[in-house]
T-cell receptor, first 112, second 110 residues
Framework: GAGVSQSPRYKVTKRGQDVALRCDPI?????LYWYRQALGQGPEFLTY????????KSGLPNDRFSAERPEGSISTLTIQRTEQRDSAMYRCASSLLGYEQYFGPGTRLTVT | TQLLEQSPQFLSIQEGENLTVYCNSS?????LQWYRQEPGEGPVLLVTVVTGGEVKKLKRLTFQFGDARKDSSLHITAAQPGDTGLYLC??????????WGAGTKLIIKP
């Protein structure tokens, strides 16, 4: 079956622009996670959903970052007024029972 | 604050050698996971350890969870070039939130 997909795979944007990153989890997976990962480092937790409910957004760096999962499936991570420090790999993961997380290929965001 | 410390951060050894990677914390985890990540890909789960003192084996890989559930180790016997990758440990502080280590970059030279 299909794994977790993310789009776009690469995004280059100019400072000050808004970007929306999409995550399509494995069908039927209840939980969805967003992470940010620096090269050669472990993932940094951003936010987490159970179905459509955002259970924890404590990892979002500031109020320019937001996420939604309106129908309990696809999720969008939005970054407003992007800054160069937002450049990173953004990864999405989904989980059926909260134990094993399946990761997507990530979106490499570059803010110029 | 880094809750999970992994060591070493980088390890380069010859094929056939043994190695151990460590994951340490002052926090108690309900369970701990080890992932392997290859360049350009997302992390892939290798094992979950749940019980203090638990030992799990996956072919040439041996995973151990500390008795106090604060630390874990990954031992690879007779390493092969295919074992090359970034090894990440991650501990569950709650029923959903994983705290990740910074990773150990492992290179096995043929």
């Amino acid at each position: 079956g299909a794994g977790v997909s993310q789009s776009p795979r690469y995004k280059v944007t100019k400072r000050g622009q808004d970007v929306a990153l999409r995550c399509d989890p494995i069908s039927g997976h209840v939980s969805l996670y967003w992470y940010r990962q620096a090269l050669g480092q472990g993932p940094e937790f951003l936010t987490y959903f159970n179905y459509e409910a955002q259970q924890d957004k404590s990892g979002l760096p500031n109020d320019r970052f937001s996420a939604e999962r309106p129908e309990g499936s696809i999720s969008t991570l939005t970054i407003q007024r992007t800054e160069q420090r937002d450049s990173a790999m953004y990864r999405c993961a989904s989980s059926l029972l909260g134990y094993e997380q399946y990761f997507g290929p990530g979106t490499r965001l570059t803010v110029t | 604050t880094q809750l999970l410390e992994q060591s070493p951060q980088f390890l380069s050894i010859q094929e056939g050698e043994n190695l151990t990677v460590y994951c340490n914390s002052s926090s108690v985890f309900s369970s701990l996971q080890w992932y392997r990540q290859e360049p350009g890909e997302g992390p892939v789960l290798l094992v979950t350890v749940v019980t203090g003192g638990e030992v799990k084996k996956l072919k040439r890989l041996t995973f151990q969870f500390g008795d106090a559930r604060k630390d874990s180790s990954l031992h690879i016997t007779a390493a092969q070039p295919g074992d090359t990758g970034l090894y990440l440990c991650a501990g569950f502080l709650s029923n959903y939130q994983l705290i990740w280590g910074a990773g150990t970059k492992l290179i096995i030279k043929p």
